[in-house]
């Protein structure tokens, strides 16, 4: 299985920063149809997680352009240029490059 | 808007099996660009992908769980399924169907806890 390992775990910020979360995996999620298979959640408690990026780097329908996601290969960065009240959370990043797809351990948003 | 939504006990007997419906509503439930996944979150664990269904039945499962694990549909009632054999305290988890259109898992229930206990 490919291993998805995010840092930091926690993080607090105050709300109107910049936050920023990184996630590597074992092996590239650069597949032959030169796609890169990585997705970024935002999880907020009681709630199911939901999409923020999709292919490292576009937004899904919706999501504010103040999240930016970067990175290719095996590392991969998820940026909040200034993080609003409703971003607190935690945050996931899953790769589906190949079965079984799996997780990042979550990096719980906090504020300062 | 896609939306799906799981249903089934929410308490199971240890070495009895765990059923779960996902219905999923406001989309195209044949479409072959769609798989329908089931993926749970154990306590102070994380995320773990037990398995995916296409709209003709074909099935996927994660290693971890295939010797206990069902996955099956029906079109018709735009329905998937979940069935875990054999469970244990480990398997108490909240329970998440969602959708895979080309790697991308867009859409997710809510959520249901199973406990499984005595």
């Known amino acids: 299985d490919i291993v998805m390992t995010q840092t930091p775990l926690s993080l607090s910020v105050t709300p109107g920063q910049p936050a920023s979360i990184s996630c590597k995996s074992s092996?590239?999620?650069?597949?032959?149809?030169?796609?890169?298979?990585l997705l970024w959640f935002l999880q907020r408690p009681g709630q199911s997680p939901q999409l923020l990026m999709f292919e490292s780097s576009k937004r899904f329908s919706g999501v504010p352009d103040r999240f930016s996601g970067s990175g290719s290969g095996t590392d991969f960065t998820l940026t909040i240029s200034q993080v609003a009240t409703e971003d607190f959370g935690t945050y996931f990043c899953m790769q589906t490059r190949e079965l079984p797809p799996t997780f990042g351990q979550g990096t719980k948003l906090e504020v300062k | 808007q896609v939306q799906l939504q799981e249903s089934g006990p929410g308490l199971v007997r240890p070495s009895e099996t765990l059923s779960l419906t996902c219905t999923v509503s406001g989309g195209s439930f044949s479409n072959w660009i769609h798989y329908w996944n089931w993926i749970r979150q154990l306590p102070g664990k994380g995320l773990e992908w037990i398995g995916h269904v296409d709209y003709r039945g074909g099935t996927s499962y994660n290693p971890s769980l295939r010797s206990r694990v069902s996955l099956s549909l029906d079109t018709a009632q735009n329905q998937f399924f979940l069935n875990l054999m054999s469970v244990t305290a480990a398997d108490t988890a909240v329970y998440y169907c969602a959708r895979n259109e080309s790697g991308t898992y867009d859409f997710w229930g809510q959520g249901t806890l199973v406990t499984v206990s005595s």
């Open positions: 092996q590239s999620l650069l597949q032959s149809d030169g796609k890169t298979y």
